[in-house]
């Protein structure tokens, strides 16, 4: 065993999000000793969350600004699309951004907490439409794990026996939350359209579990959730993993390079103290990088040795490669019988209550859409609570433009169109040999070009958003795009998956099923760099019961052949 | 004065620009508003007299990636003279005055948040400082010319009489008012959105969220699904 300072440990763990988290909570819960490395600074979501603080509190009513790029008040620390000192570059023509995070528990402080499974279709993609890549696992194989991983992080959702996102088991899920009035009148308008509406699956306790306790209806989860009801690691996985007293967490620690001894396993890492510069070298018997997709396979091409020279476990080529994001665009528009309604507290969970799912396999299937992968409708609107943009569109001045902002409210309503992408040779990151951090990292270089699958896709998207709104006796007021137009940056939906991908064959993956690499049997990979493929299900569901299955797996090994 | 001058910005592109500012990007639920770059400036027509001042952007210091969100505070100084502070606050009781529903926007510190904002040490809002600090110029000047004396010594009529000028979007399509409507439109939306973002603007909108409420969420209440009802039986067939 490792020690150090004075704590004595066998695996290391490189981030501590949501595939750090999760591997955290289960090694330690069977006894393994477990160091954890978290490149940001120290988080207490208890302290630091600003529940229920309003936005005439904070500098410029709240606005995003190039400090804050989601808000003044979310629970991003020292990230964003930007990190001080830690640059990113892009290839010529590519237009790509990377949301990171520098504090304990990572992005899972902010995210969604949307959190749809997978089916059994998205496991198989190449074979089902012949493109892409299939997994190495299936649906039958990872049902189960999704059940456990959403009964342990509280999930609350319904089973309603819909297509694309399957059934949970029975008694998984906490019950759902009664839709709001935009969601009703979406769902009896989709409905004439032959598009059904679902429970939202989120990571958002409507029953307490433990301390966590259940959500009080207000306060955006973006913010962090001090009451433990949004999930985030900081208020679950890593207090329950150091109450095993199995656990040390080390902050500020940004770790550079993962070692190899001479017989071709993982010696440790070393990683920069961001507190003084300096370079520590740890050892470790297992090494668990979980630093997030490009932050993993960024570590893995910067640790070359003589028997790696492209990057440690990169024999395949694929470190890097098969990059994927999940598509964006969103469409905009009010409802003018909406104006004037009656009023009353629509925070509830603070996202979606009800969601459309992606609802024309039969036209993928047969032919008659012009692409292969579906996506889903996240959708708002509402009483929220009033921002700077509350008077955009308002004409003229006096009572009369008060007035139109007070009728206004609560009938704007947009949809948000999160859709699959297949991968592509054109999508990928590497290191730029030219551009160091401010640690002396090497940094990546993104390449990024969307298909005509994910263009097709955001068109068909915006067609039937404009539709949905139409058929809610709506007005469309985005502008009519094309695909192209309309499609977000790649990275900007924050589900970057796929760098180092699982497999069944060492040539063309980098780990086995159970997020090991084949090159170095004691390095494995625990986060969203293992996806074969991404589905439009927001990844973290699926990065946490994939981390729950290897992690499991992994112990059992340690258990079995280490003493 | 030529009156012949064709701008070459149509009232197409006058529209375009205008529809421009209110584009957001949903993210995660979040509606993030785009801080782009710098819109195209728009040439100044001769048969305006938008004054054009350059200003050194206001830089630093900034709140930073990770200021203590939950104890607020703004590190900047506010930076508008008594004058433009005057010309706000009383453009803020014409924009936002005090009815039934609530208070003037001056009355629950408005111009306090403009000034924030202009004086704010960040692109977008640093491009706004331009546009508002000369808007309040051409104010000065446009009264001037028509009144001979400022904004603020002309009687309500007048003053309303030049507003009534740039007040509308559809004015953008002038290009002796174009610079003016920008101006206003950006104006308008810091003003009311100032307003109803204060605790008094929260309370006149009848925002009624931020409050805990235990157990299951209660969805609409009865008034507003009957509201709704009759909303869904008027649906496009």
Not at chain 1, 42 to 67: C, H, K, Q
Not at chain 1, 78 to 97: K, M, N, R
Not at chain 1, 447 to 475: C, L, N, P, T, Y
Request: with cysteine; hydrophobic share 35%.
């Amino acid at each position: 065993m490792a020690s150090f300072d004075g704590f004595e440990y066998e695996v290391v763990v490189v981030g501590s999000g949501a595939g750090g988290g999760m591997a955290a909570h289960i090694l330690t819960e069977a006894g393994a000793k477990v160091l954890m490395l978290e490149a940001g600074r120290d988080y207490d979501p208890y302290e630091e969350t600003p529940m229920f603080n309003t936005n005439d509190e904070a500098p410029l009513r709240g606005v995003s600004t190039s400090d804050k790029n989601f808000g003044y008040y979310d629970a991003t620390v020292d990230g964003g699309w930007q990190v001080p000192g830690e640059p990113y570059t892009t290839a010529e023509g590519t237009e790509f951004l990377w949301w990171r995070a520098r504090m304990l528990g990572g992005r899972t402080n902010h995210f969604g907490r949307i959190t749809p499974r997978f089916n059994a279709r998205d496991f198989k993609p190449f074979s089902q439409d012949g493109m892409g890549t299939d997994w190495p696992l299936d649906y039958e194989e990872v049902g189960p794990w999704y059940d456990q991983c959403e009964k342990l992080i509280g999930v609350s959702g319904a089973n309603v026996g819909n297509e694309d996102i399957p059934d949970s088991a029975e008694g998984v899920l906490q019950p759902p939350a009664a839709p709001r009035v935009y969601e009703i009148l979406c769902e009896v308008a989709a409905k004439k359209l032959g598009i059904p509406l679902i429970p939202m699956r989120r990571a958002v306790l409507t029953r307490a579990i433990d301390e966590r306790e259940a959500c009080f209806n207000a306060t955006e989860c973006g913010r962090g959730c001090s009451i433990g009801a949004a999930f985030q690691t900081t208020t679950s996985l890593l207090p329950w993993a150091n109450k095993t007293g199995n656990l040390k967490i080390v902050t500020d620690a940004m770790v550079k390079e993962v070692h190899l001894n001479d017989e071709g396993m993982a010696s440790g890492v070393t990683f920069v103290n961001r507190k003084n510069k300096e370079d520590v070298r740890v050892d470790a018997s297992v090494v668990i990088l979980a630093a997030s997709a490009c932050e993993t396979a960024r570590l893995m091409l910067n640790s070359k040795s003589e028997m790696f020279p492209t990057g440690i476990a990169n024999s395949s080529g694929q470190v890097g490669r098969n990059l994927m994001d999940s598509t964006g665009s969103d469409i905009s528009g009010y409802i003018p019988a909406l104006r004037g309604r009656p009023k009353y507290n629509e925070d509830g969970l603070a996202g979606n209550h009800i969601f459309i799912p992606w609802w024309d396999y039969e036209g993928q299937d047969n032919g008659t859409l012009k692409f292969k992968r579906g996506y889903h409708f996240e959708f708002g609107g509402g009483f929220g609570a009033p921002g700077m943009g509350i008077a955009d569109g308002v004409d003229g001045y006096g009572k009369s433009a008060k007035e139109a902002v007070r009728f206004n409210y609560g009938s704007n309503f947009y949809m948000a169109l999160r859709g699959e992408m297949v991968e592509n040779e054109n999508c990928y990151c590497e290191i730029d040999d030219k551009v160091k951090d401010k640690w002396g990292i090497p940094v990546l270089k993104f390449h990024w070009k969307w298909s005509q699958q994910e263009i097709d896709q955001a068109e068909h998207g915006m067609e039937w958003g404009g539709k949905i709104i139409e058929a809610m006796g709506g007005v469309v007021t985005s502008p009519k795009r094309t695909g192209e137009e309309a499609i977000l940056a790649g990275g900007q939906i924050i589900h970057e998956v796929g760098t180092t991908r699982m497999g069944d064959d060492p040539k063309t993956s980098v780990t086995n099923k159970w997020g090991q690499t084949w090159d170095v049997k004691n390095l494995y990979v625990m986060d969203g760099s293992v996806f074969v493929s991404n589905p439009h299900k927001n990844c973290t569901l699926t990065i946490l019961t994939l981390a729950m299955k290897n992690a499991t797996y992994l112990a059992q090994q340690l258990n079995g052949d280490v003493s | 004065m030529s009156n012949n001058y064709q701008s070459k910005i149509s009232r197409r592109d006058g529209i375009k620009w205008l529809g421009s500012l209110a584009s957001v990007v949903v993210i995660g639920g979040v509606t993030v508003a785009c801080d782009g770059p710098a819109p195209e400036a728009i040439p100044v027509d001769p048969s305006s007299h938008w004054p054009d001042l350059k200003f050194e952007p206001i830089t630093g210091p900034k709140y930073g990636q990770d200021p203590k969100v939950a104890e607020p505070t703004r590190p900047w100084s506010l930076t508008f003279t008594s004058a433009q502070r005057n010309l706000v606050a009383q453009l803020c009781d014409i924009l936002c005055p005090a009815d039934e529903g609530g208070p003037s926007a001056n009355d629950v510190g408005v111009p306090e948040v403009v000034d924030e904002w202009i004086s704010a040490p960040y692109s977008s809002q640093q491009q706004d400082r331009v546009l508002i600090l000369n808007g309040l110029q051409w104010l000065d000047d446009e009264a001037n010319r028509r009144f001979g004396r400022a904004f603020l010594a002309a009687s309500n009529d007048e003053q309303i009489a030049i507003l009534d000028d740039i007040a509308f979007k559809a004015q953008a399509s002038k290009p002796e008012f174009i610079h003016a409507v920008q101006f206003f439109d950006k104006l308008r939306t810091l003003v009311l959105g100032g307003y109803f973002t204060s605790p008094e603007g929260v309370e006149d909108i009848g925002y009624m969220g931020n409050v805990p409420i235990m157990g299951d969420y209660p969805g609409p209440t009865e008034e507003a699904m009957a509201h709704l009802e009759e909303v869904i039986t008027n649906l496009p067939a």
